[in-house]
């Protein structure tokens, strides 16, 4: 007799990001938060990127009509509870993705909560963006995002602040919200002056919410953002409000660094799936 197997369907985020054939960042790092943080991940591949642990020698984008495609597809048949971004490669995969997220309802007060990474460069200082993407990025999704999570250089890039104090990471919040997400997340992380922690501000428009963590001493932190991100759009997934969400995204990537290796000879990844029991280690029942 067979068995009857129907389990609960978890909820659903969507990735739309680009591969790392090092399998460290991007579409990779996402799934694999998505997998640890209890929910079920779907994929929107916007590029395809030659890399290793060294650097990235190749970035070939996907056309933007298949990118929206692939957005449509899932959104209108299995559906979505939150989307994130990360590395979108070109303006017209922009406005390709900001077009597919209007038509099924992503992003925006009311709609799919949607979680803006604004990924322009790899650890290693190779473009995954194109200059002039830029201004999509702030005048296409971030209007529509419900937090949007810069790092450092990213700040610099988009709003042309320095941050090196927490003044200015304050400003920088403050510059941020004024180009139309919700929330926004200064983190902390490339804050090296911050000696003794890492401290990422959130900020609603009213309200900063510094959210301090360990500073790990590693190189090995390829992935991260895209990890944290994700972690931030499966707490959203899951119903949580947004500054709940980013505290369990700040909770489940302290613990990603915690857990990160080394790999080749450059930049090793964080752990996304350090929750991951070995059940392998466990007698077969
Ligand atoms: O971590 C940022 C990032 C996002 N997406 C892809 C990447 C990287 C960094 O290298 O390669 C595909």
Redesign the pocket.
Known sequence: MSERAVGVPPPRVMTI????SGGG???A?DLRAFAACGVHGCVAVT?V?V?NSVG?TGVHPIPPETVAAQIEAVASDIGLDAAKT??LASRPIIEAIAGACDRVGIGGIGSTPLVVDP?AA??HG?Q?LADDALDAFRALLFPRATVITPNLDEVRLLVGIDVHDRTAQYEAAKVLHGLGPQYVLVKGGHLHEDTDGCVDLLYDGHTFTELPGPRFDTGNT?????SMASAIASGLARGMAVPDAVAFGKRYIVEAVRHSYPLGAGHGPVSPLWAVRPWWEEPTP
Not at 17 to 20: F, K, R, S
Not at 222 to 226: A, L, T, V, Y
Request: no cysteine; hydrophobic share 40%.
């Open positions: 990001a680009g591969t790392d960042a991007g579409v790092a590029a990127t890399q990235v990360g590395m990924v790899s650890m190779d995954l390829h992935g991260g953002g895209d």
